[in-house]
């Protein structure tokens, strides 16, 4: 049961301050995008890459598809207005052939074939999975700069993607979405919603998202220190 992998790659990326989405930015010679569909294409689980990219951007998104995917059949969709929309977009243009659905970060690119596997066997085999990091920091919540009570980490996960399902179940909480005008910042919440038991298993790599100037300079240093694959 092979799987239909959803790179989201439809934000612009304003937070970074770039005139350019930040998953086109490059690291070490690559655009960001590149290292995800890369680590797709050789991931035996999944059966096609489909990518979300925003509408302005579609040639570019195409050209990288082309040289990156390898041997995986590929589409390029535009994206929507939101995350959900524009994942929802991708899962309309995947294989119908396909009962899985693998939906990643474009932004995270260190992902490992090895995971995407693993989390698409997981999901296959119980329902739906998602790639999750335990919380090391201790959680507090706020109220208007008041710390109000120290959260319990020890059942504290921050998601991370892959998030795999069944496509009918993701369908079945987008319809349900859209009439409740419910909106989710990933597929698990949306699962959840619709009561779909989420399984969590936690990540060994580095899959951290880059979001920040922060977070780019960190994976400038790490692909610069450690072998990510070269140029």
Known sequence: MLASAIIAA?????????KEPKQFLELKGKPIIAWSLEAFSKATEIGEIIVV??????????????????????????????????????L??????????AVHDAARPFITPDEIDAICLMARDLGAAILAQRINDTVKEVHEGIVTRTVDRSKLVAALTPQVCRKK????????AAADGFMATDESSLLEYIGVNVVVQISNSINFK???????KMAQALVNCMDFGGE
Do not use: F, W
């Open 10 to 18: 439809g934000g612009s990326g304003t937070r970074l301050g770039y």
């Open 53 to 90: 990219a925003p509408l302005e951007h579609l040639d570019r998104a195409s050209a990288y598809a082309d040289k990156y995917c390898g041997t995986k059949s590929y589409k390029v969709v535009p994206g929507g207005g939101t995350r959900q929309e524009s994942v929802k977009n991708g």
């Open 92 to 101: 309309s243009a995947s294989s119908s052939t396909m009962e899985l659905v």
């Open 169 to 176: 179940d993701l369908l079945d909480a987008y319809e349900k």
């Open 210 to 216: 880059i979001t920040t100037e922060a977070d780019l």
